[in-house]
């Protein structure tokens, strides 16, 4: 199929803000068979077990039909689906949510985790996807954030994908949140073992339920636990752990946002090179507060690491061919090691 319909298609399943979609071209969307394959991939239920909620199909559909009117040239020779049609019909007769409600319902996000270089157009049977239960805009009442996966969890993944760092290397996550980037390294990019963390019992619980859809439930492969930062680590399950599967990389992204956990978490990173001292330590970060940020890079100053920016740019949105994030934030990649360790 056409990588413009493929390349929407993922951004559907990804719940882009339809806003950002990439509509397809009027030649394609006359095109009774282009038109077919939208309603299969992207509305049928039976087709698709995991789509996003009616909600947003809602928003996608309404302006898709319209610009599918819009490239009829013919009416005689040219019309609109009647799968399309009905999907529509039934949707807006369907009494949905409310907003209120709706934010606070778990929803599907598929993720296509197309390694940079690959065909856009690749078969979409046999593509790299995650698919993650989330609560989009729920916050918990730790005030966690973890219900979603955020840009920087985004721009680290296209990172992993675009290298051999992650193959073979047994990863341990510091606030793992929705799990996106453990079940990556674990899924896709030939982790040896990880261990996905946070300091929430609730995330760590819908992470859980994330590594069940992902079909790594079962997996002796990936462990998920609670880790509070800046706690004593010698004696607790992180030992063991460590000892089992000696950590080689941790990873963590949108973890440097508020300042009262950075020294915590600098704590960890300290107790953990104390553990392994080659450990590889890779943070990523939206920049929305820069002296929050410096105030991370200056604290792993005085805790005596080295500390280096990864020089990977974020693509723009528009440029984007899988693993869609806005970058209007600047989104920034550190990696940390032990001053003095071998690299």
């Given at each position: ?40 991939r ?35 020779e ?33 993720f ?12 979409v049977?046999?593509e ?39 193959r073979g ?73 460590c000892?089992a ?22 704590a ?17 970060g939206?920049?929305?507060n ?22 990977f ?16 934030v ?14």
């Amino acid at each position: 199929m056409d990588p413009q319909l493929e390349l929407f298609r993922r951004q559907y399943l990804q719940l882009v803000e339809p806003d950002f979609l990439a509509w397809p071209p009027k030649q394609l969307l006359r095109d009774p068979h282009v038109q077919a394959w939208l309603y299969r991939r992207l509305f049928n239920p039976e087709h698709n077990e995991r789509l996003p909620p009616q909600r947003y199909q809602v928003r996608v559909i309404k302006p898709l039909v319209t610009k599918v009117e819009a490239s009829i040239e013919d009416p005689e020779e040219d019309e609109i689906s009647d799968e399309l049609m009905s999907h529509l019909s039934t949707l807006i007769s369907t009494e949905l949510p409310s907003e209120t409600v709706a934010v606070q319902q778990k929803t599907y996000v598929t993720f296509s985790c197309m390694p940079p270089g690959r065909d856009a157009s690749a078969d979409v049977d046999i593509e790299q996807t995650v698919t993650l239960l989330e609560r989009r805009h729920l916050i918990s009442g730790s005030l966690t954030t973890g219900f979603r996966t955020w840009e920087a969890a985004l721009h680290l993944g296209s990172y992993l994908l675009s290298s051999n760092i992650i193959r073979g290397k047994s990863v341990l996550e510091l606030g793992a949140g929705t799990g996106f980037l453990s079940i990556l390294c674990a899924k896709h990019l030939q982790a040896k073992h990880v261990t996905a963390t946070d300091g929430d019992e609730g995330v760590v619980e819908a992470l859980r339920e994330n590594l069940f859809l992902n079909e790594l439930d079962e997996d002796d492969k990936v462990l998920t636990s609670i880790l509070r930062w800046g706690q004593g680590l010698r004696g607790t399950w992180v030992e063991e752990d460590c000892e089992a599967y000696p950590y080689d990389v941790v990873i963590g992204a949108d973890i440097t946002y508020e300042k009262t956990g950075i020294s915590a978490m600098v704590a960890t990173l300290r107790l953990l090179f104390d553990m392994r001292s080659e450990l590889k330590v890779i943070i990523s970060g939206a920049v929305r507060n820069a002296e929050t940020f410096e105030t991370f890079r200056s604290a792993c100053i005085r805790s005596e690491f080295t500390v280096q920016e990864v020089a990977f740019e974020a693509k723009n949105m528009r440029e984007q061919t899988a693993l869609f994030y806005a970058t209007a934030v600047p989104l920034k990649i550190l990696q940390i090691s032990r001053r003095g360790a071998a690299q």
